[in-house]
């Protein structure tokens, strides 16, 4: 059967109108970002911001006709916009005006891990944090939130297309014990997305909502690089429990480090402490030890900003031939020294879960460090 076609896309989305103007979403040039992979199609309507909830039935009508056009498997179809609504300047009703974090029922935390560049291992730290948690009985799903350059279905050796339940939600795909859902997923792997930041936000929005995860203890957030208006966007979006910031040593990373940590501050999401990856190495052949990029900056950092530092991880071989090979050495290598440090950070991580969820359900207030 042949591969659906974007003019097949354009004809069926002819026939949808813009309630607002009454003409057709393809004619005022509202549709952008197409997407096709082997049945699995993504596109964007760009929408006023102001008109967004008004727009969902249009959105769902755009998913609903291409998905059922021959050939097509899935559709993520995504409202986007140009420019933001305008943020007023008084405190107060810029808190208003808020837009509300995503309904994820039956997780029961949402972790970002994040770093401020990339470069620094955050995808896996994820993984292997994700792991670590799985390892000590919990349940949990893992989302690669990075939708420019999705590495997690390579570094859990996943191939393949995830499948459509009853109910239109994507069924998330399962390896190691844990569930994931990527736009690697979707899109093949060297096949470059460009997305503006809004559509991207969108997407990922979706890849949270319209997955049927389940019932889990934590999803794990493997956050894009950087600190820019996805990053933002999604720290808004996500109803996160708390954040993880990885960095490594030295300076110039500590410095992207707490740009980091003030976006989480400015959404007043609590950040669980600092993990220093790539800490040190330690040769192979001779055992000598050698401190590539400096160390213990982290952790110096950590105290510096009254925060908990979380743990060190070693530069090491094993570490990136496992992620690479689909094997992460917390389950190709338990009992390896690299992967008990792995679950000495997890187990603080669940342990500030539950003093964020204690403080929450006392009604107590989120302190959030300056």
């Known amino acids: 059967m042949a591969e659906v076609t974007r003019e097949d896309i354009l004809n069926v989305l002819d026939g949808i109108s813009d309630p607002a103007r009454g003409q057709s979403i393809v004619a005022l040039g509202m549709i952008a970002g197409i997407q096709i992979k082997d049945g699995h199609v993504a596109f964007g309507i760009e929408v006023d911001p102001a008109q967004a909830k008004a727009m969902e039935p249009v959105r769902a009508e755009a998913e609903k006709r291409v998905h059922a056009l021959p050939g097509v498997l899935t559709v993520t179809a995504v409202l986007t916009a140009?420019?933001?609504?305008?943020?007023?300047?008084?405190?107060?009703?810029?808190?208003?005006?808020?837009?509300?974090?995503?309904?994820?029922?039956?997780?029961?935390?949402?972790?970002?891990?994040?770093?401020?560049?990339g470069g620094v291992g955050k995808s896996t730290t994820a993984v292997n944090l994700a792991l670590a948690l799985a390892a000590s009985g919990k349940s949990v799903g893992l989302l690669d939130a990075d939708v420019y350059g999705p590495s997690i279905p390579r570094m859990l050796g996943i191939?393949?297309?995830?499948?459509?339940?009853?109910?239109?939600?994507?069924?998330?795909?399962?390896?190691?014990?844990?569930?994931?859902?990527?736009?690697?997923?979707?899109?093949?792997?060297?096949?470059?997305?460009?997305?503006?930041?809004p559509m991207a936000t969108g997407a990922l929005e979706q890849l949270m909502r319209d997955v049927a995860w389940g019932q889990l203890d934590v999803l794990v957030v493997d956050m894009p690089p950087g600190t820019g208006d996805i990053h933002l966007s999604m720290a808004q979006r996500a109803p996160l429990t708390g954040a993880v910031i990885v960095s490594t040593p030295q300076d110039i990373a500590l410095l992207d480090?707490?740009?980091?940590?003030?976006?989480?501050?400015?959404v007043e999401v609590p950040v669980f402490g600092l993990i220093e990856n790539m800490s040190y190495f330690v040769c192979p052949h001779c055992g000598e030890r050698t401190e590539i990029f400096s160390h213990g900056g982290a952790k110096r950092e950590a105290e510096r900003l009254g925060m908990d530092f979380l743990g060190e991880i070693p530069l090491d071989i094993a570490i990136r031939e496992t992620s690479d090979g689909g094997e992460p050495i917390v389950v190709s290598d338990p009992d390896s020294p690299h992967s008990q440090a792995y679950r000495t950070i997890a187990a603080r991580v669940w342990e500030k879960i539950g003093e964020s969820q204690s403080q929450q359900a006392a009604g107590a207030p989120r302190i959030v460090m300056q």
């Open 82 to 117: 140009e420019k933001q609504a305008a943020q007023p300047s008084h405190g107060g009703q810029q808190q208003g005006q808020r837009v509300p974090p995503l309904e994820l029922p039956g997780i029961g935390a949402v972790i970002a891990v994040a770093s401020g560049k």
């Open 159 to 197: 191939t393949g297309k995830p499948q459509m339940a009853e109910d239109k939600k994507v069924i998330p795909m399962e390896r190691h014990g844990i569930k994931c859902m990527s736009m690697g997923f979707l899109i093949d792997e060297e096949t470059p997305i460009i997305w503006r930041g």
């Open 257 to 266: 480090a707490r740009k980091g940590l003030n976006m989480f501050r400015k």
